[in-house]
């Protein structure tokens, strides 16, 4: 019998889009602010979860498309791909490969960039 593989999108939680929602809401100028407000909940995974999505969505309105250069310390690069590497790690486990695919296409050209950079 086949089974069809569940992914858990835990961005699709109700409460937690709740908490976005309002984030957004009270400081809808104000990225900073969204981001300390997700900063007081008491879900770690959703404060994180919320931060992300809240710098990617305001990067991807002001910067993306630019190709514009950003500037990071080796330090910030590093703490960075520790935590990338922290979130590989405890990954939901089977998920379809196209998922992997998927995330593999979206960081490709940046760790070519960083091994450029570093060799």
Request: aromatic share 10%; proline share 2%; glycine share 2%.
């Given at each position: 019998m086949f089974f069809k593989k569940k992914i858990i999108v835990h961005d699709l939680n109700p409460?937690?889009?709740?908490?976005l929602f309002n984030?957004?809401?009270?400081?809808?100028d104000d990225l900073e602010k969204q981001i300390q407000y997700m900063e007081t909940l008491a879900n770690p995974?959703?404060?994180?979860l919320g931060k992300i999505i809240l710098l990617q969505n305001e990067y991807s309105i002001k910067a993306s498309g630019k190709n514009e250069k950003?500037?990071?310390?080796?330090?910030?690069?590093?703490?960075?791909?520790?935590g990338?590497?922290?979130?590989?790690r405890h990954m939901q486990?089977?998920?379809?490969?196209?998922v992997y695919k998927y995330i593999?296409?979206?960081?490709?050209s940046?760790?070519?960039?960083l091994l450029n950079q570093i060799v």
């Open positions: 409460e937690f889009r709740d908490e984030a957004q809401n009270k400081h809808r995974q959703w404060e994180l950003i500037q990071l310390s080796a330090m910030e690069v590093e703490y960075f791909l520790r990338f590497l922290d979130m590989a486990a089977d998920l379809p490969e196209g593999n296409r979206r960081i490709e940046v760790l070519k960039e």
